[in-house]
């Protein structure tokens, strides 16, 4: 299988696992997108918003002493987005409807995020 | 007799030196978010949220925001432009290609908030380089508009940034002392 047929069944299989989901997208860490599985919106929009926000997070975290980053998010009154460090490379986005079960949420992208992590090298 | 500090964007196409400029001029840690670049862009490292740095001169603190270069990452002028005092548009002497979208994000700024601005020309030192009359009728300006500025070299930046706070405070800082006194 390919590098982007690796990342994509990644997203299919997350969005599988989390129906509730509206959607998540991979892109790199300097915001341009590498697989998507949105179901509305423009994507290379949000590849790069979200790599903005996991690159400012990442400056947050040296500044604040946190460590190294490995998720922030943005919540609205109608969803969350949810993004994940993956390696140095990469970052894995999330857009979720408001409700569902976070805690599953977490665990399945965390995972997803470790094995883009893998893929981008 | 305190000031509030002024806030002066840093902006233009990839490349020009917004980050190098920031970096020279700030007395403080500056806040760089530069990740390495996927395309090919002529160096290594691209900036995807901002840069931050503060310094003082003519007895004012300024906060310098510089913005990303990459087009994609519009969204983030109007969020950075939000209460800047003044603007300054980075061009590359030797990138004529990317002079459209300088015009480009001269006049969105420009039109969100209407702020003084000046054209910093760097890489004036490369090979096959616009002349400034030539980048200043590209954009349609006065040529006192431009000043030619390494954003390498510390004192050519700061001497950048007094010419366009001259323009932020045409009537200089006793006179807006006493007006707001
Ligand atoms: N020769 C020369 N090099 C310059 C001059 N000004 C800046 N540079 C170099 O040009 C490069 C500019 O890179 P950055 O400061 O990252 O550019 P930027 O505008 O922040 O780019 P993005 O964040 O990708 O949009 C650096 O390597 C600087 O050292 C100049 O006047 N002459
Ligand atoms: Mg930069």
Known sequence: ?121 | MDFAPLKVVVSGPVGAGKSTYIRTLSTTTVVETDEMATECIGKDLTTVALDFGTLHIDGFEVLLFGTPGQERFDFMWSVLCEGAAGLLLLVAAHRPGSFLKARHILEFITSQVPIPFLLAVTHTDQERVWELEEIADFFGLPVTDLLAVDARDRSACARMLHRLLERCLPTGRDEQSRVTA
């Open chain 1, 1 to 121: 299988m390919s590098l982007a047929d690796r990342l994509q069944s990644t997203l299919n299989e997350l969005r599988s696992a989390l129906p509730d989901v509206r959607g998540c997208l991979i892109a790199s860490a300097d915001g341009m997108l590498i697989a998507q599985n949105v179901s509305s919106g423009d994507s290379n929009r949000m590849a790069a918003m979200v790599a903005t926000s996991l690159g400012l997070g990442k400056r947050m975290c040296e500044a604040f002493g946190s460590g190294s980053l490995s998720e922030t998010s943005v919540s609205g009154d109608a969803g969350q987005v949810f993004i994940y460090g993956a390696g140095s490379k990469g970052v894995l986005a999330v857009i979720n409807a408001a409700g569902g079960n976070i805690g599953l949420l977490h665990l399945e992208c965390r995972a997803a995020a470790r094995k883009v992590a893998e893929i981008l090298g």
